[in-house]
């Protein structure tokens, strides 16, 4: 995690809100980060130093995503944190949701990457806002930034935030950003196995999205499986079996939307 190869301790040492980067170059599905254990070795206290420090800013960062929560809910907006490894078809979800209720909702999109504002772009295409977070080399979205790019957007008859997260499987479960919902995506091209080698990032999930199932016997994706994986490590998420190229499912993620967005006191969808 972050507070293990010192993320965490470059990005939020000040208080105000932008991203930083940070000079190291690291690897999460690596188990060496290069960096720490010289450190440790010369210093046995250092881990232990290292370690109370990361608590104490994701505390800080917990205060303000209560702070996000809260102002998100005096809006009467759905906010979710959507995150996925690369390339599993979050932008594409996004994009396939605005257009198919397009007229039936106002939707707001805060998008996480390392660089480029290509999927901020892409979003915006569709006519909604999107307001781009280029992070550098930070591998995930912490409450902070999302509370500057919040000031950006224009909440009126707004009902829905997403906030489309840095793509990565590790870091980013440890942070909250103030959202309402956690959705996972995972793609059948990533194979059945993820949840067991990411555990962290689905059992804090309350929705999982199965995206590309139109391909899935195509790739040899065994569906039984990922779904008998997928409930015995997150029991907690309600599962959608979607395709953002086909729309396969997609009607059923739009319904969940609707009953959370009433549940708020929302306008909800008109279908």
């Known amino acids: 995690m972050c507070q293990t ?7 939020q040492s000040h208080d105000h809100p932008h991203p930083h980067e940070h000079d190291h170059d690291h690897d999460h599905d690596s188990g060496d980060h290069g960096h720490l254990p010289t450190l440790d070795l010369l210093d046995p206290l250092a881990a232990s130093r290292r370690l109370a420090l990361g608590q104490a800013l994701l505390n800080k960062n917990d205060r303000l995503a209560e702070r996000n929560r809260g102002y998100f809910e005096a809006k009467g907006v759905l906010a979710l944190n959507l995150l996925s490894s690369p390339g599993s078809g979050k932008t594409s979800i996004i994009e396939r949701t605005l257009r198919d209720l397009e007229g039936t909702l106002k939707a707001g999109v805060i998008v996480g990457d390392l660089a480029t504002d290509r999927d901020a772009q892409r979003i915006q295409q569709t006519g909604a806002q999107a307001v781009q977070i280029t992070t550098g080399t930070v591998c995930h979205l912490e409450a902070e930034m999302v509370a500057g790019a919040v000031k950006q957007l224009d909440f009126t008859d707004l009902n829905l935030l997403i906030i489309e997260n840095v793509g990565n499987l590790v870091c980013p479960a440890d942070y909250d950003l103030g959202e309402r919902l956690r959705v996972v995506l995972l793609s059948v091209t990533e194979g059945e196995d993820k949840p067991l080698k990411y555990p962290g990032m689905f059992k804090s999930a309350q929705i999982i999205l199965l995206n590309k199932i139109d391909i899935a016997e195509a790739v040899g994706f065994d569906l039984a499986l990922a779904l008998q994986t997928l409930r015995e ?6 599962i959608f079996q979607v395709s953002a190229r086909t729309g396969a499912g997609m009607d059923a993620w739009y319904a ?3 009953s959370q967005i009433s549940a708020l006191g929302g306008s909800g969808l008109n279908f």
């Not at 190869?5 to 990005?11: D, I, S």
């Open 5 to 11: 190869c010192g993320c965490a301790l470059q990005v």
């Open 256 to 258: 969940y939307l609707q």
């Open 233 to 238: 490590v997150a029991p907690q998420a309600q």
